[in-house]
């Protein structure tokens, strides 16, 4: 702040003063620390229209540049601060001013980086803010939505794990990934968020549906592409969120779709309904108990004694809640546990078989196959998929 002060004394302008006070302020120069810092930008262009922002940006968010293009902002700077187009921009704003214009044209070539649009970063950012809970307030998501259209929200989070073998390099399997989810979905129905070794869709669910469980067409467009992707010897995993009625509840179905990754399916592996989740409160105990005792003997009669039920009485209830029989129930989650000893130990497969409770490595190796649809020794060999 000194120092721009000191170049602004230099322009010898006349009638500049500077204030904390946002409702005297003519021009705003805020810091872009976060993403989310662009969200908390377009909430203040919306509460003091009349003040012109310039946001300046360090080089490792050089990125969200184009942002500024979106919001229609005067003007752009970058870290480390160069004293030449800092006063540049001054000068042209206070030009502005003088001839008493109600804002600046943005001009591209005053921006201190390149530009490539390539769709909205600015949507991308307002996403992941929702679905982090950056973005608590009904107030605060009409502020920051006022430059988009709402037309086609998401209002279903999926949640993906890929991993892969072959020789194609982990940027091709990745771009093969979205090239298959964009084309089987309308572009305005699904949107993709990279968070490393795990990717977030989000996607507009059509009325009538209430549901992604009942959207047929968009089950058969996630199964093909899922079947085309082993084709190339690409493993999708995912969770499916619920399907939520308001923007801010997309924070939900994201904790859904994360939750229904990692428990067992009710039907496909490839698939993980929230919907399907067990939720009657014994069963939920008994799913605990399992997941903290699946290394060790486990059968019916014993968990259904934890639960208080008769072994009949709760060998039903179990397959209502779950969709599968206990003893299915146990396997996948067994077979769930043995997924990061293969991928991060050089344990054998008969250790690590007898450690979760199967009687031979043989038998562990056609569970696992049956239910992952690839060898242990296959699953070893993967690659996991990191999304950019």
């Known amino acids: 702040m000194q120092q721009m002060k000191e170049w602004i004394a230099e322009l010898a302008l006349p009638n500049i003063t500077f204030t904390h006070s946002l409702d005297e302020a003519s021009l705003y120069i805020t810091q872009i620390d976060h993403l989310y810092d662009w969200i908390t930008l377009r909430r203040i262009q919306r509460a003091y229209p009349q003040c012109i922002i310039i946001p300046i940006v ?5 990125y969200s540049a184009s942002i500024a293009v979106e919001l229609q902002l005067a003007y752009l700077l970058i870290e480390p601060l160069q004293k030449h187009k800092f006063l540049r921009a001054a000068r042209k704003i206070y030009t502005t001013f003088q001839q008493q214009k109600q804002q600046s044209t943005f001009d591209y070539e005053d921006l201190s980086v390149e530009m490539q649009e390539a769709g909205s970063l600015y949507y991308d950012t307002l996403l992941r803010s929702i679905i982090r809970k950056e973005i608590q307030t009904e107030q605060q998501l009409l502020q920051a939505t006022a430059p988009i259209s709402m037309k086609k929200f998401p209002n279903t989070v999926l949640f993906l794990q890929c991993f892969a073998t072959g020789t194609p390099t982990p940027l091709q399997h990745c771009e093969h990934v979205y090239t298959l989810l964009k084309a089987a979905f309308a572009q305005d129905e699904l949107h993709c968020l990279p968070f490393g070794n795990r990717l977030v869709v989000l996607i507009h669910v059509p009325n009538p549906y209430q549901s992604f469980l009942e959207w047929t067409t968009g089950i058969d467009a996630l199964t ?17 969120g619920t399907t939520v009625g308001k923007p801010l509840d997309l924070y939900h179905s994201y904790i859904q779709a994360r939750m229904a990754r990692r428990k067992p399916p009710a039907n496909w592996i490839h698939m993980r309904f929230a919907e399907q989740l067990p939720k009657h409160p014994s069963i939920l105990q008994a799913v605990d108990y399992i ?10 009669s014993q968990v259904a004694r934890v639960v208080g039920f008769s072994p009949a009485y709760f060998g039903k209830l179990f397959k209502r809640e779950t969709g599968l029989n206990f003893p299915e129930y146990t396997a996948y989650i067994r077979i769930i546990h043995t997924l990061i000893p293969l991928r991060r130990t050089t344990q054998t497969l008969e250790q690590i078989s007898a450690d979760y409770g199967f009687n031979t490595s043989s038998y562990f190796s056609g569970i696992f196959k049956k239910y992952v649809t690839l060898s242990p020794s ?4 993967t690659r996991e998929i990191f999304f950019k």
Do not use: F, W
């Not at 360090?58 to 050089?62: E, G, I, V, W």
């Not at 997941?291 to 019916?300: A, F, Q, R, T, Y």
């Open 58 to 62: 360090p080089s490792k968010l050089a």
């Open 224 to 240: 093909q592409v899922i079947d085309t992707l082993k084709t190339a010897h690409i493993y999708t995993y995912m969770g499916i």
């Open 291 to 300: 997941e903290k005792h699946c290394h060790e003997p486990l059968n019916i």
């Open 378 to 381: 296959d699953y070893r060999h």
